[in-house]
């Protein structure tokens, strides 16, 4: 599974961007895709993700960013996206994708739990 990130950027606190994570190699409908975030100095940080449609393509969030960001994939673009919405100054760091052929009922929340990663995007919240 290959995996690329797209859409970081700069943007004031408030303000919204979306994250876009293009597959090829895998279909992401079939497997769990996630995504984290690394601050500097700070160690990779579960943000939130998305089952296999098997799985009623169910969503999870990290209690920092739950009722500000959202988890979805379009099949037809094999794509899974991450809207940002109320960026806090907090919510800047490196966000990476990462997607999983090992399926659970429970948290998937360590980034052992995935064995691809894409490259990461940065974004940067401005107070």
């Known amino acids: 599974v290959q995996l690329q990130a797209s859409g970081g950027g700069s943007v004031q606190a408030g303000g919204s961007l979306r994250l876009s994570c293009a597959a090829s190699?895998?279909?992401?409908?079939?497997?769990?895709t996630g995504w984290f975030r690394q601050a500097p100095g700070k160690e990779r940080e579960y943000v939130a993700d998305?089952?296999?449609?098997?799985?009623?393509?169910?969503?999870h969030y990290a209690d920092s960013v739950k009722g500000r960001f959202t988890i979805s994939r379009d099949n037809a673009k094999n794509t899974v996206y991450l809207q940002m919405n109320s960026l806090k100054f907090e919510d800047t760091a490196v966000y990476f994708c990462?997607?999983?052929?090992?399926?659970?009922?429970?948290?998937?929340?360590?980034?052992?739990?995935?064995?691809?990663w894409g490259q990461g995007t940065q974004v940067t919240v401005s107070s």
């Open positions: 190699g895998r279909a992401l409908s079939r497997i769990t």
């Open positions: 990462s997607a999983t052929e090992r399926h659970s009922v429970g948290l998937m929340i360590r980034a052992d739990d995935y064995a691809y």
């Open positions: 998305i089952r296999r449609s098997a799985s009623s393509s169910t969503t």
